[in-house]
T-cell receptor, first 112, second 115 residues
Framework: GQQVMQIPQYQHVQEGEDFTTYCNSS?????IQWYKQRPGGHPVFLIQ?????EVKKQKRLTFQFGEAKKNSSLHITATQTTDVGTYFC????????????FGPGTRLSVLP | DGGITQSPKYLFRKEGQNVTLSCEQN?????MYWYRQDPGQGLRLIYY???????QKGDIAEGYSVSREKKESFPLTVTSAQKNPTAFYLC??????????????FGPGTRLTVL
């Protein structure tokens, strides 16, 4: 089945530092989604990337989809305490596109 | 308000008992999903349904059962055959057709504890 890795597993940063998490798939993807889960909460959709090499920005968050459509990254500039949580990628399978295999997540802690 | 609801928020059961978790959505979504999340871990798919009266097993379906008699509802039963049922259970829904933006909307979850 589809295999997806996320690195790092954990990241502790000082408020104001940047943060990046990477999602890598063993297969070519039709799309990739990113979700954020706050501690004690449920995952919330952030974005979907579809095109090879696509880059999308949401305020301090920058999302990239690799040229080969096998990896993606999420970069946060100047982290804030509100960024605390776990970030999951959810790759869409090439032959259908449904996203229900979630990566293991990267847990971000932001120290004030 | 449109959304997805799960009840109850916390559930305790004795070992050997079956328990049913509720999931309802009024987003008119065709697809619904159940995930299990253990502390500090990711999401694992239990079952999913892309249309009424049809559902498919996910990666960890053993010890669980579902039904999809109505578009809005996708209850999950945790049976006594599930060896380690204590976990956080999340229900989600999305559009189902290929090519559509099929972001998943999650409910608030049910924390099940087996005593």
């Amino acid at each position: 089945g589809q295999q997806v890795m996320q690195i790092p597993q954990y990241q502790h940063v000082q408020e104001g530092e940047d943060f990046t998490t990477y999602c890598n798939s063993s297969t070519t993807l039709s799309n990739i989604q990113w979700y954020k889960q706050r501690p004690g909460g449920h995952p919330v959709f952030l974005i979907q990337l579809v095109k090879s090499g696509e880059v999308k920005k949401q305020k301090r968050l920058t999302f990239q989809f690799g040229e080969a459509k096998k990896n993606s990254s999420l970069h946060i500039t100047a982290t804030q305490t509100t960024d605390v949580g776990t970030y999951f990628c959810a790759p869409g399978a090439h032959n259908y596109g449904q996203n229900f295999v979630f990566g293991p997540g990267t847990r971000l802690s932001v120290l004030p | 308000d449109g959304g997805i609801t799960q009840s109850p928020k916390y559930l305790f059961r004795k070992e050997g008992q079956n328990v049913t978790l509720s999931c309802e959505q009024n987003l008119n979504h065709d697809a619904m999903y159940w995930y299990r999340q253990d502390p500090g871990q990711g999401l694992r798919l239990i079952y999913y349904s892309q249309i009424v009266n049809d559902f498919q097993k996910g990666d960890i379906a053993e010890g669980y059962s579902v039904s999809r008699e109505k578009k809005e509802s996708f209850p999950l039963t945790v049976t006594s055959a599930q060896k380690n049922p204590t976990a956080f259970y999340l229900c989600a829904s999305s559009r189902a057709l290929p090519g559509q933006k099929n972001e998943q909307f999650f409910g608030p979850g049910t924390r099940l504890t087996v005593l």
